[in-house]
């Protein structure tokens, strides 16, 4: 029985202790440098935003925020790092709409993005947009008209297959009535943008870019519409998609994510780092500059993370979209 006791009140101790260690460990967070991975090679809007954030956050956080860049397979290689990496706090994955999308058209997906991750903050969010070749309607209504009266006699480019771009055209031409157009993948916007100046492809939905609307300003494309429900204060001229076709509504974002089982106190301190230095003028400012709303919010990103992941998990099994 005294054996018995002993144990018991060694084992107490031991969680006694245990507990006490776990807290200690969370109030002196940060005690070292902190990671933000990026799933792309540097210089994408993920990469800027992390930029534009940095410095202020490692003011506010009393450590360096540090970016580490882990391109390939979509983003996924990045997210299954991050998602195997300890639960501590030190490493953040900052990442867009492809979170989501890349496991719903994988095969074998490497992460599951529900369950491995949990929602930091949001810190932007971008319209996609409808651009069109100048040889089509000129209007949204004109040429959501045409598409539904001329199956497959469009081309489309879709800039990374199962991306989000493709699932979001699809959705759109679910939406809207029009059927059978043919889809050309391109590796990437900027080529999918090219095939599209060149007449090759007649229409693609992408985030918007100082480089597009330098062409659409010189009458070389034409942006029809906003995939919003809403107008977007980024282009409060060009009107939504939804206004043409009812109930339409995608965009795409921008947030930090960590792993499952980051203790709930550094995640919310960290959210309100961001917070604090999203809503700094000369930083909404930058963020703006690269086409994103500035946002922030924990519930906020968790909703999105929710929307997407029913939305997009729809499209994919409608469409039959698998990648290898």
Do not use: C
């Not at 997906?109 to 929602?119: E, G, I, Q, R, S």
Request: avoid cysteine; aromatic fraction near 6%; hydrophobic fraction near 45%.
């Amino acid at each position: 029985m005294l054996h018995r006791r002993t144990t018991l009140i060694a084992s107490l101790a031991l969680g006694i202790l245990g507990t006490a260690g776990l807290a200690s460990a969370q109030d002196n967070w940060p005690s070292k440098p902190i990671k933000f991975v990026v799933p792309a090679a540097p210089g994408g809007t993920n990469d800027v935003l992390g930029r534009h954030l940095q410095e202020n956050l490692s003011k506010l956080l009393g450590q360096p925020v540090v970016m580490e860049y882990k391109a390939g397979a979509g983003g996924a290689i990045a997210s299954q790092f991050v998602a195997t990496q300890p639960a501590d706090g030190y490493t953040f994955l900052l990442h867009g709409s492809g979170l989501v999308t890349v496991p719903l058209v994988q095969r074998k997906p490497l992460y599951d993005a529900m369950k491995d991750f949990v929602p930091v903050s949001l810190i932007g969010t971008s319209p996609m947009v409808l651009m069109t070749h100048p040889s089509t309607p000129p209007t949204l209504k004109e040429f959501v008209d045409y598409a539904r009266a001329n199956p497959g006699k469009l081309e489309w480019g879709a800039s990374a297959l199962g991306g989000v771009g493709q699932l979001a055209m699809e959705a759109f031409h679910g939406a809207a009535g029009i059927k059978n157009m043919v889809m050309v993948p391109f590796p990437g916007a900027g080529p999918s943008a090219q095939a599209l100046l060149a007449g090759q492809t007649k229409y693609m939905l992408s985030t918007p870019s100082s480089a597009t609307r330098g062409l659409v300003a010189e009458g070389k494309m034409r942006i029809l519409g906003v995939s919003t429900a809403k107008r977007s204060p980024l282009l409060p001229d060009v009107p939504s998609i939804a206004e043409v076709v009812p109930g339409y509504d995608t965009e795409t974002w921008f947030g930090l994510v960590a792993r499952t089982g980051t203790p709930q106190p550094i995640v919310a301190r960290m959210a309100d780092a961001i917070a604090q230095t999203v809503t700094l003028p000369d930083i909404q400012e930058k963020i703006r500059s690269v086409n994103v709303v500035p946002q922030s919010g924990t519930q906020a990103l968790g909703d999105i993370l929710k929307k997407d992941h029913a939305l997009w998990g729809k499209v994919v099994k409608e469409h039959n979209i698998v990648m290898d």
